[in-house]
């Protein structure tokens, strides 16, 4: 099994900060890339972030300049720190890994951390 924790979500201002973690857990051979998805009520499920082992990352193209993702790779911890968040931006945040197991390759998802961005 393959768990993913995240952590760090809430509810802020227009304009705050908030630090998504999300550390992974189990028996893992390996992990390749991680990242963060999001959901907002009514929408479809969309990409905000990934990123590698060796550190390249992909953003979502309106992201670019306010999110950072992050990881450490010698604690499986993958990071998302938000800035000058909007209430366009309030929706669940999905932790996603790249994970081998057992000689398998497959993807994982956290449950989800809400956050929530108020005018």
């Known amino acids: 099994q393959v768990q993913l924790v995240e952590s760090g979500g809430g509810l802020v201002q227009a304009g705050g900060s908030l630090r998504l973690s999300c550390a992974a857990s189990?028996?893992?051979?390996?992990?390749?890339?991680m990242g963060w998805y999001r959901q907002a009520p009514g929408k479809q499920r969309e990409l905000v972030a990934t990123?590698?082992?060796?550190?390249?990352?992909n953003y979502k193209d309106v992201l670019k300049g306010r999110f950072t993702i992050s990881r450490d790779n010698a604690k499986n911890t993958v990071y998302l720190q938000m800035n000058s968040l909007a209430p366009e931006d309030t929706a669940v945040y999905l932790c996603?890994?790249?994970?081998?197991?057992?000689?398998?390759?497959?993807?994982?998802w956290g449950q989800g951390t809400q956050v929530t961005v108020s005018v």
């Open positions: 990123i590698t082992t060796r550190g390249d990352t």
């Open positions: 189990g028996d893992i051979s390996s992990i390749s890339a």
């Open positions: 996603y890994a790249n994970a081998a197991r057992w000689g398998s390759r497959g993807a994982y």
